[in-house]
């Protein structure tokens, strides 16, 4: 294997690569990769997970086995204590206030490559690798942030509220790989997790039960039953509290009688009121978003852009005016179903992210 993979000038006997180890597929894949191109590789395992949200199977355990099956020098972290309050705790407060959070992104931006990120620098890191399905390409004019190959697995959606600082450290020599190619490369290495099953989306929510896990940390919190009303005001159910509930859910409503599909359209925490319409009454062409992250060197400029409002539903065009306060206006080209706020709104030019923001509720507006 001739080529750089992490397209930076220098020999690769002199990298010191630091490789985000998680125990599972992705991240040994990379470790694996970079040995075998002569790079200096060490390991860093966080330890995020506290009772009851740890798996029962133990990622760490699988990380040390890995690292010590490569030989490469290997630390473990604990970041617990900062992964509760800066993803968990947002996450249960978003729910409260009516958003629909976007954990993954926060971590990414606050811990897997914030903190891991500062600690790759104090063991002397020259660069910080990731299992990330993403494309980090080196270019004159700075580092930038691309789709991976394979657009079912791409991740680039998750990276784009990290710091630019962290985004020129950064390297995922996965960028052209299918999670087959991946799984064989594990194998060939001798490492039986080759067969380790994807992790779930959100590692500290069992079964997708987000509600169990608000009451679970803060049970004084009352999630209370409330009216489901339509956008001419008229009452037709109850919900059984709004964290239950997101922003184009349909199923689970409990609505009966001849009235029709209905979709969640807002969450009236002020009211604790569901508002829910039809498929129409759902589509949205403005979105409002906040927090923006620009990653190119240059200052954000108006214009067309395509835009990805929810990690698992397709880019959208859009037309863009940049605003203060780091925030922007997003003219979607087409109508789209489901724009929930709190979720991440990633910002592309073709394969590139530009950055993104967090889509505002109405109260922000």
Same mark, same amino acid.
């Not at 001739?2 to 985000?20: D, F, G, M, R």
């Not at 760490?60 to 473990?76: R, T, W």
């Not at 299918?178 to 799984?183: A, G, N």
């Not at 925490?269 to 979105?287: A, M, P, S, T, Y």
């Given at each position: 294997?001739?080529?750089?993979?992490?397209?930076?000038?220098?020999?690769?006997? !002199?990298?010191?690569?630091?490789?985000?180890?998680?125990?599972?597929?992705?991240?040994?894949?990379?470790?694996?990769?970079?040995?075998?191109?002569?790079?200096?590789?060490?390991?860093?395992?966080?330890?995020?997970?506290?009772?009851?949200?740890?798996?029962?199977?133990?990622? *760490?355990?699988?990380?040390?086995? $890995?690292?010590?099956?490569?030989?490469?020098?290997?630390?473990?972290?604990?970041?617990?204590?900062?992964?509760?309050?800066?993803?968990?705790?947002?996450?249960?407060?978003?729910?409260?206030?009516?958003?629909?959070?976007?954990?993954?992104?926060?971590?990414?931006?606050?811990?897997?490559?914030?903190?891991?990120?500062?600690?790759?620098?104090?063991?002397?890191?020259?660069?910080?690798?990731?299992?990330?399905?993403?494309?980090?390409?080196?270019?004159?004019?700075?580092?930038?942030?691309?789709?991976?190959?394979?657009?079912?697995?791409?991740?680039?959606?998750?990276? %784009?509220?990290?710091?630019?600082? !962290?985004?020129?450290?950064?390297?995922?020599?996965?960028?052209?790989?299918?999670?087959?190619?991946?799984?064989?490369?594990?194998?060939?290495?001798?490492?039986?997790?080759?067969?380790?099953?994807?992790?779930?989306?959100?590692?500290?929510?069992?079964?997708?039960?987000?509600? =169990?896990?608000?009451?679970?940390?803060?049970?004084?919190?009352?999630?209370?039953?409330?009216?489901?009303?339509?956008?001419?005001?008229?009452?037709?159910?109850?919900?059984?509290?709004?964290?239950?509930?997101?922003?184009?859910?349909?199923?689970?409503? @409990?609505?009966?009688? /001849?009235?029709?599909?209905?979709?969640?359209?807002?969450?009236?925490?002020? !009211?604790?009121?569901?508002?829910?319409?039809?498929?129409?009454?759902?589509?949205?062409?403005?979105?409002?978003?906040?927090? $923006?992250?620009?990653?190119?060197?240059?200052?954000?400029?108006? @214009?067309?852009?395509?835009?990805?409002?929810?990690?698992?539903?397709?880019?959208?065009?859009?037309?863009?005016?940049?605003?203060?306060?780091?925030?922007?206006?997003?003219?979607?080209?087409? /109508? %789209?179903?489901?724009?929930?706020?709190?979720?991440?709104?990633?910002?592309?030019?073709?394969?590139?992210?530009?950055?993104?923001?967090?889509?505002?509720?109405? =109260? =922000? *507006?």
């Amino acid at each position: 294997m001739s080529e750089n993979l992490l397209k930076i000038n220098k020999p690769a006997s !002199n990298t010191k690569v630091c490789v985000a180890m998680s125990g599972g597929v992705d991240s040994s894949a990379a470790a694996i990769l970079l040995q075998q191109q002569g790079y200096e590789v060490f390991g860093l395992t966080m330890d995020l997970l506290q009772p009851p949200y740890a798996p029962t199977q133990s990622s *760490i355990q699988d990380a040390g086995k $890995v690292a010590e099956h490569l030989g490469i020098e290997h630390h473990f972290i604990d970041y617990k204590n900062a992964f509760y309050e800066q993803v968990i705790r947002y996450f249960t407060n978003a729910y409260k206030t009516g958003l629909t959070p976007s954990p993954c992104i926060m971590c990414n931006r606050h811990i897997k490559l914030g903190l891991l990120a500062d600690k790759a620098r104090e063991y002397g890191a020259d660069i910080l690798v990731t299992g990330h399905y993403a494309d980090i390409r080196a270019t004159p004019n700075g580092v930038e942030l691309h789709k991976g190959t394979d657009l079912k697995k791409d991740q680039s959606y998750f990276l %784009f509220d990290i710091e630019k600082r !962290n985004l020129e450290m950064l390297r995922c020599p996965l960028a052209n790989f299918t999670k087959e190619q991946t799984r064989e490369l594990v194998e060939k290495a001798g490492l039986e997790i080759y067969k380790k099953s994807d992790s779930q989306d959100i590692c500290f929510v069992s079964n997708g039960k987000y509600a =169990d896990l608000i009451k679970n940390l803060e049970p004084d919190f009352k999630n209370e039953s409330g009216d489901i009303v339509t956008t001419d005001g008229k009452v037709i159910g109850t919900h059984k509290g709004l964290i239950n509930y997101t922003v184009g859910q349909r199923r689970g409503l @409990g609505i009966g009688g /001849d009235i029709g599909i209905l979709y969640v359209l807002k969450l009236d925490v002020k !009211n604790n009121r569901l508002i829910v319409g039809h498929e129409d009454e759902l589509k949205q062409k403005k979105v409002l978003i906040k927090e $923006v992250n620009w990653l190119d060197e240059t200052p954000p400029q108006n @214009g067309e852009y395509t835009v990805k409002l929810r990690s698992r539903q397709k880019e959208v065009p859009a037309e863009i005016i940049f605003l203060e306060n780091n925030m922007a206006k997003v003219n979607l080209l087409n /109508d %789209f179903c489901g724009v929930a706020p709190g979720q991440g709104c990633c910002i592309y030019n073709g394969s590139r992210v530009m950055g993104g923001g967090f889509i505002c509720k109405e =109260d =922000d *507006i």
